[in-house]
């Protein structure tokens, strides 16, 4: 009897071949140590001529809100070798066998009748025309409409995770490792016309570091979003929409779970029917916690902002800063309670400038929608300071 | 012509219409060099030595360090500069998260945040180090020039910083820490030791900072610090207008302050020449006088009093005869006259009433100044400047002298 996953397999593969499939044969490439040179080297995930299509077994992933990295969207994808599978965890990143294979792609939606290597990207949360298909991810993306910019690969290897970041060329035909990072002048333009130029900085592998080694005693690479909050929520595959925990479920990617319903879940940031404490902490959880968490990098200062920390001044609240030097913006406290306007964070969020921005890298622009979020959190926070 | 000259300008300014600014590209030779020193920092492993030629190299990008057991060694903190003016990511100069650390004879320049950040690391070496902020001092200045947290065992000789917008030499939440021989100009804090466990902090000359040499306790923290000797240093003429951000922990520090204990116990200062601080030559004060305490922001198991300071042995010189703030300006206007000055100690006179028996603290957590003619102003800032007075005999008493440090690796 074919197993599940071999089934999914089978159908995607069919569906693939429907729609554009002209690729090689060749499977996924787990490299057990070295930095392939090309990002086709892995063939996770490849060029075909109009689309960057996934490979066999190959996942895409979306998350309940995500990193902000200068209006980027992002394409993921995960696989594993036959026969191996995730295990479940509750609160932290799955207990992923080696030989998992991340990658997450970092592309803009070209604006119209922009060319292929236009600097000119849209700035939009809109991802209908990204993809090859009606369904989200799982066909790949449709090159005509996006400016792909850079690949990161998180590998897990016997002595743990690795980072790789690697670099689209003009062309777009090809991604090549660029260990040391690359800063690419971009320039966004939103649906009202407004333009604004900035450069979208690829970071290093010790950069990847900053943000993926969440424990400052390991010093182990760690997936940040492959949690169970982040993953609980559905996703539209080729064949079926569903719940991306059930999905890896049947597929054999994951084992340990029973009933999705009973994982957390955050919230999307974005959706105005959730609650606004529920939203505000979903960003800061995705967009801060990998730092400020209690054995995170940012531990020195004793703001603990995952989903985790307690509604006091470890959240910030009428909190002093501890090292924030010029990053106070003349502001007192972390979180002013009902007073944006008089608190670090929003400050630190709205700046672009190294040395007050937060977070410190992953962008140079601002995130506006999320500091309005922040904001109007803080304003529907109640009590004083005294 | 007029729309042609202003679609030019447009083009060559790159941002009409935009709001962000493009940064300064590397030159060619730069960005060859840059990417060179970010693979060494990558392939760095223990035994590995980086060596930085001499020569100003301009990079744009933090230099992260994650292997242990390396070595950072440029030709002397006036030839290998690495300058960081236009960096687009960072936000430090250097980022280390490793042990068995040395990094020698280089300078740091014009970092957006700190110029070099040790976090976590054991055993580490920073010697012949210079990070400046080339343009003086300036609010948009990095924080923090050298900055070791969350380590332990710690030297840090012959180095200097100049310009933070906060502390130059900043020991935070660490434990065993010698400072030696270093030099502190025009920062807002010289040098800061806060929430450290055992540090001694001797022959160094901090001057033109608004406060010359700090020991801080700041709440919330894992780590309560105690355990600082402050000797053998000279800290004078620290005057400089306190150009801090608001709400930045040194940014309650008055101009002119020569040495501040803030909060923070068993402190020992003794044998240093300070002079010609215009607030007060030496201030003893408790983190009610930073104006940042409050009961839900501050964990209440933190303890802002100053317990067991022992002063002796200084050479005081001028100073208290300008002080910073109005309250201060009024205070020593009132007491000492237009021409007058405050003692060479200003203590902000809180103490906690709970621990008082028969009016004064218990021996162990006194206030003890042994130190010449040097009186002691209470200022009184429990009740608002009510009060206040100088003393002498009270301070009168002694404390068991801490012990030196010693590092394993020095």
């Known amino acids: 009897m074919l197993d599940a996953r071999a089934w999914v397999l089978c159908v995607c593969a069919a569906a693939l071949a429907l729609v554009a499939c002209s690729r090689t044969s060749q499977p996924v490439h787990f490299f057990a140590e070295g930095r392939p040179s090309k990002l086709s080297d892995w063939q996770v995930i490849y060029t075909d001529g109009p689309n960057l299509a996934l490979n066999a077994g190959v996942i895409p992933y979306d998350l309940n809100t995500a990193l ?150 390991t010093k182990q690479i760690a997936p940040i979003g492959t949690k169970a909050r982040h993953l609980n929520r559905e996703y539209s595959y080729a064949m079926v929409r569903e719940n991306q925990l059930l999905h890896w479920t049947k597929l054999g990617y994951l084992t340990g779970i029973t009933d999705p319903a009973s994982a957390a879940k955050n919230a999307d940031w974005r959706d105005v029917a959730q609650p606004l404490d529920a939203r505000a902490r979903a960003y800061l959880d995705i967009n801060c916690g990998h730092c400020h968490n209690a054995k995170g990098p940012a531990n020195t200062t004793a703001l603990d902002l995952t989903i985790f920390a307690a509604d006091d001044r470890y959240l910030g609240i009428c909190k002093p800063p501890v090292a924030a030097g010029r990053g106070t913006g003349d502001h007192f406290f972390d979180i002013v309670p009902g007073n944006p306007q008089d608190s670090i964070l929003p400050y630190r969020m709205r700046s672009s400038e190294p040395g007050v921005m937060m977070p410190e890298q992953g962008r140079t622009t601002t995130h506006v929608e999320g500091v309005v979020l922040i904001e109007q959190w803080i304003s529907a926070t109640t009590g004083r300071c005294s | 012509m007029g729309k042609v000259a202003i679609a030019i300008l447009c083009v060559l300014a790159a941002g009409c219409g935009g709001g962000g600014t493009a940064p300064q590209a590397l030159s060619a030779d730069d960005a060859a060099y840059q990417q060179k020193l970010q693979e060494l920092f990558l392939d760095a492993k223990p035994g590995s030595v980086i060596e930085i030629p001499a020569g100003r190299h301009a990079l744009d990008r933090v230099l992260t360090l994650r292997a242990n057991g390396v070595t950072i060694r440029g030709l002397g903190s006036d030839k290998s500069i690495l300058s960081f003016k236009n960096e687009i990511s960072g936000p430090e100069g250097m980022l280390v998260y490793a042990s068995d650390f040395t990094i020698e004879h280089l300078a740091i320049e014009d970092s957006k945040g700190d110029g070099l950040k040790v976090n976590d ?48 030499i900043y020991v935070g939440q660490s434990q065993n820490v010698i400072v030696r021989r270093n030099r502190a100009e025009k920062n807002v804090a010289g040098i800061e030791i806060e929430n450290t466990i055992n540090a001694d902090v001797y022959e160094n000359t901090a001057t033109g900072n608004t406060g010359g040499i700090l020991v801080f306790n700041m709440p919330n923290l894992a780590q309560p610090g105690q355990s600082t000797r402050v000797f053998n240093n000279k800290s004078f003429d620290n005057n400089l207008a306190n150009f801090a951000a608001k709400g930045a922990a040194v940014a309650s520090v008055p101009a002119g302050s020569g040495v501040v204990v803030n909060s923070n116990p068993k402190v020992e200062i003794f044998d240093n020449d300070i002079a010609g601080n215009h607030t007060a030559n030496l201030i003893i004060s408790s983190y009610f006088s930073t104006n940042y305490y409050n009961t839900r922001g501050v964990d209440p198991k933190y303890d802002p009093y100053p317990r067991a300071i022992f002063v002796y042995g200084n050479r005081f010189k001028g100073g208290g005869d300008s002080p910073d703030g109005l309250e201060l300006k009024t205070l020593k206007t009132a007491m000492f006259g237009i021409n007058g000055h405050f003692p060479d100690v200003l203590w902000d006179g809180y103490v906690d009433t709970k621990s008082l028996v028969n009016g004064l603290p218990p021996a162990a957590e006194r206030i003890c100044v042994q130190n010449g003619d040097a009186e002691v102003l209470n200022a009184d800032g429990p009740n608002k400047y009510k009060n206040p007075k100088v003393d002498k005999t009270a301070f009168q008493c002694e404390l068991p002298k801490l012990a030196a440090v010693e590092l394993p690796h020095s």
């Open chain 2, 121 to 168: 690391g054991e055993n580490i070496t920073i010697r012949d180090v210079r990070v400046e902020w080339t343009g003086g001092p300036k609010t948009t200045n990095g924080a923090y020039g050298i900055y070791p947290v969350k380590s332990k065992n710690v030297l840090i000789e012959d180095s200097a910083s100049i310009g933070a917008s906060d502390a130059g």
């Open chain 1, 68 to 217: 902000f990295s200068d209006y980027a969207h992002k394409l993921r994808t995960i696989w594993m070798p036959r026969g191996t599978s995730a295990k479940f965890s509750a609160d932290g990143s799955f207990d992923f066998p080696v030989g998992t294979i991340i990658s997450k792609t970092f592309y803009y939606p070209r604006t119209k009748g922009a060319a292929r290597d236009s600097i000119a990207v849209a700035r939009t949360y809109d991802q209908s025309a990204d993809f090859s298909d009606k369904a989200q991810g799982e066909l790949g993306l449709k090159l005509a409409n996006v400016h792909l910019v850079e690949t990161r690969i998180l590998v897990r290897r016997q002595g743990g995770w690795e980072a790789l970041p690697y670099v689209w060329n003009a062309a777009q035909t090809e991604a090549v490792l660029a260990r040391t990072g690359d800063a690419k002048p971009l320039e966004l333009v939103s649906d009202d016309g407004t333009k604004q130029a900035f450069t979208y900085v690829v970071p290093n592998e010790n950069q990847c570091a900053g943000c993926h080694v969440v424990d400052l005693k």
